[in-house]
């Protein structure tokens, strides 16, 4: 299996008229795997039924948000860690730095030692 890319040009980000422009690769035509698919394979290789599968992953939808929201990092072992980060407007003294300095909210996911070693060796192949 490999992970298709494309070629794409890219200008000098900040530079008038664009500046130099070169090519860089790019992930590209991924396809979506949904929650069905993932309890299908994951009951296939292991003992837990489809159903109970779902229903694990059902949970940790309605609870990652519930603890990241109460500030917490979470760590799923060798799968990795899932943290919030947030964006604000920059002000002038800290005292005016309010909630509504706030922007943008992201979920990052942080993967672990063993997630990322799984994923060394990968082959890539030029979409066309």
Known sequence: MAIKYKVTE???PGVSGGG??????????RDKI?????SERLASISTVSEIDTIAV???LVHLLPEYL????????GDFGTFSVHIR??????PEAV????????????RPSVE????????AFKKHA
């Not at 130099?20 to 035509?29: E, F, P, R, V």
């Not at 949904?34 to 993932?38: E, N, P, S, Y």
Request: aromatic fraction near 8%; proline fraction near 0%; charged fraction near 25%.
């Open 69 to 76: 929201c109460q500030g917490s990092s979470i760590s799923l």
């Open 98 to 109: 309010n909630a509504q300095s706030i922007k943008d909210i992201k979920v990052s996911f």
């Open 34 to 38: 949904d929650l069905k698919q993932l």
């Open 88 to 93: 604000s407007e920059g002000k002038e003294t």
């Open 115 to 122: 997630f990322k070693k799984r994923m060394k060796g990968v």
């Open 10 to 12: 890219r200008s000098t």
């Open 57 to 59: 992953l059902q949970g």
């Open 20 to 29: 130099s422009k070169k090519y860089y690769a790019s992930a590209t035509a």
